[in-house]
């Protein structure tokens, strides 16, 4: 039952050319950065990667991607790395864009060992009616799109309308991040780290989570478990550098007034 690693490199062994790997996080919230960076230094490539997004340039699943180890991308928004961009207009990247709740729900079904359902989402669209550009060539010219997909009348709560088929996502390799977990795997996660993270180790034949700490067995309330261990193979525990090592993906500050540079007693008092 004890399913702690000793190492990173031990953490994502057995990754193999060509395998899809679930990797969590929301934007670079809850992103596994030490287990993206072991499968760097692993060599793994050709991948096919599944989640919400796809890093940023030098950060996240964008280290994976500038050493061409990607093939393929499953993902909801990809709007923050020119690299994605580039290599997928030229050809180099295919890419498969999917609403975002039609993606967790992929995953989410998946683990619950349900190979495809029906959903109203994207019908009436290029999701359900066919023709999204997935791969382009070096002169910018489709030479793979989406297909259609079989869509289905239901009446639910009184309203008859079309539902498109969508297939599960079931993974070799999850990668995940957690706040806190125990040595049998139980996750707890971080508020928006939640999001998509829970859902990439369902889908996950294997699931790895890397933890900000770890806890013995018995020291998490039942109720406060975010993800049982059945999910979870392995469990990698982080040390404490590396757990607060954390990207920012965008950084907004307001511009210094006056009343901000005065003490916080001058403050509360003006």
């Given at each position: 039952?004890?399913?702690?690693?000793?190492?990173?490199a031990?953490?994502?062994?057995?990754?193999?050319?060509?395998?899809?790997?679930?990797?969590?996080?929301?934007?670079?919230?809850?992103?596994?950065?030490?287990?993206?960076?072991?499968l760097?230094?692993?060599?793994?490539?050709?991948?096919?990667v599944?989640s919400?997004?796809?890093?940023?340039?030098?950060?996240?699943?964008?280290?994976?991607?500038?050493?061409?180890?990607?093939?393929?991308?499953?993902?909801?928004?990809?709007?923050?790395?020119?690299?994605?961009a580039?290599?997928?207009?030229?050809?180099?990247?295919?890419?498969?864009?999917?609403?975002?709740?039609?993606?967790a729900?992929?995953?989410?079904?998946?683990?619950?060992?349900?190979?495809?359902?029906?959903?109203?989402?994207?019908?009436?669209?290029?999701?359900?009616?066919?023709?999204?550009?997935?791969?382009?060539?070096?002169?910018?010219?489709?030479?793979?799109?989406?297909?259609?997909?079989?869509?289905?009348?239901?009446?639910?709560?009184?309203?008859?309308?079309?539902?498109?088929l969508?297939?599960?996502?079931?993974?070799?390799?999850?990668?995940?991040r957690?706040?806190?977990?125990?040595?049998?795997?139980?996750?707890?996660?971080n508020?928006?780290?939640?999001?998509?993270?829970?859902l990439?180790?369902?889908?996950?034949?294997?699931?790895?989570?890397?933890?900000?700490?770890?806890?013995?067995?018995?020291?998490?309330?039942?109720?406060?478990?975010?993800?049982?261990?059945?999910?979870?193979?392995?469990?990698?525990?982080?040390?404490?550098?590396?757990?607060?090592?954390?990207d920012?993906?965008?950084?907004?500050?307001?511009p210094?007034?006056?009343?901000?540079?005065?003490?916080?007693?001058?403050?509360k008092?003006?």
């Open positions: 039952m004890d399913k702690v690693v000793a190492s990173a031990e953490a994502v062994e057995g990754i193999v050319d060509g395998m899809t790997v679930t990797v969590g996080g929301f934007g670079l919230s809850g992103i596994p950065t030490v287990l993206i960076e072991a760097l230094a692993r060599g793994t490539t050709d991948l096919q599944v919400n997004n796809c890093g940023v340039d030098g950060a996240g699943l964008g280290l994976l991607l500038a050493e061409r180890r990607i093939s393929r991308v499953i993902a909801s928004y990809v709007g923050e790395n020119k690299e994605f580039r290599q997928y207009l030229s050809g180099e990247l295919e890419v498969e864009l999917t609403p975002q709740g039609t993606l729900e992929k995953m989410r079904a998946a683990g619950a060992g349900i190979p495809a359902f029906y959903t109203p989402t994207g019908v009436g669209s290029q999701v359900s009616e066919g023709g999204m550009p997935w791969l382009y060539d070096s002169e910018g010219t489709v030479v793979k799109e989406s297909p259609a997909k079989e869509k289905r009348e239901y009446t639910v709560r009184g309203q008859t309308r079309d539902y498109v969508e297939e599960s996502i079931f993974a070799d390799f999850g990668l995940v957690a706040a806190k977990g125990d040595r049998h795997g139980n996750l707890v996660f508020k928006s780290a939640r999001n998509f993270n829970p990439c180790a369902m889908a996950a034949n294997i699931a790895v989570a890397e933890v900000e700490e770890l806890v013995e067995p018995g020291e998490l309330d039942p109720d406060e478990i975010h993800l049982p261990g059945i999910y979870v193979q392995r469990v990698l525990a982080l040390t404490p550098e590396q757990a607060a090592a954390k920012i993906e965008k950084r907004t500050t307001r210094r007034t006056e009343s901000s540079s005065e003490s916080p007693t001058e403050s008092e003006a």
